[in-house]
């Protein structure tokens, strides 16, 4: 199971655009690299997912670069309400879906 | 949001005792997780299921036993609780699309304190 790095804690203000980068050197030919938020007292909720290049819904960008060892999630234009645990993780999506969630990162928005 | 319940919400168990966690959906997925979240530690899985009676052990399965005999149950068994057990747990369900793998959904969580 290819493993993330991610770092452990970030801090932004309101209004700016926040770019979280994952490490995954080992990732596999078949896994995709998938995102999730967590607030405190609640599981952790599906943001994006992506296989290659970027990917972009109505809440967050992900970007990966062509050697898919890392990728970066964009949240544009964050809010207080953004302020939560991201994590990075990477899996295959064949046969079932053993994760790795790992530490995530916290981001703190402050106003 | 997705179907899925855990109970008990919350329970205080001694050292020693069984213990069994319930994790209900109505989605009718085919894959179900159990996870632990510790401070420092993120969440850690469990043990995982692909199907009725089909199970395999997590990162941290040691202590911890699971059965499914359903769909739509999945239960965690703590045979003889332990102190570190401590812990919130979540359960989560996930099914696969013909897209990507398809997220998973997690449950309220249940907060276990062992004393």
């Known amino acids: 199971l290819a493993k993330t790095t991610q770092p452990i804690s970030m801090d932004s203000y309101e209004g700016q655009e926040v770019n979280i980068t994952c490490s995954h050197n080992?990732?596999?030919?078949?896994?995709?690299i998938t995102w999730y938020q967590q607030f405190p007292s609640q599981g952790p909720r599906f943001i994006i997912q992506g296989y290659k290049t970027k990917v972009t819904n109505e809440v967050a960008s992900l970007f990966i670069p062509a050697d898919r060892k890392s990728s970066t999630l964009s949240l544009p234009r964050v809010s207080l309400s953004d302020t939560a645990v991201y994590y990075c993780l990477v899996g295959d999506r064949t046969g079932g879906f053993k994760t790795i969630f790992g530490a995530g990162t916290r981001l703190f928005v402050k106003a | 949001d997705a179907g899925i319940t855990q109970s008990p919400r919350h329970k205080v168990t001694e050292t020693g005792t069984p213990v069994t966690l319930r994790c209900h959906q109505t989605e009718n997925h085919r894959y179900m997780y159990w996870y632990r979240q510790d401070p420092g530690h993120g969440l850690r899985l469990i043990h995982y299921?692909?199907?009725?009676?089909?199970?395999d052990k997590g990162e941290v399965s040691d202590g911890y036993s699971v059965s499914r005999s359903k769909t739509e149950d999945f239960l965690l068994t703590l045979e003889s609780a332990t102190s570190s057990q401590t812990s919130v747990y979540f359960c989560?369900?996930?099914?696969?699309?013909?897209?990507?793998?398809?997220?998973?959904?997690f449950g309220p969580g249940t907060r276990l304190t062992v004393t």
């Open positions: 299921s692909y199907g009725v009676k089909d199970t």
């Open positions: 989560a369900i996930s099914e696969l699309t013909g897209t990507g793998i398809a997220e998973q959904y």
């Open positions: 080992n990732i596999a030919t078949n896994d995709y």
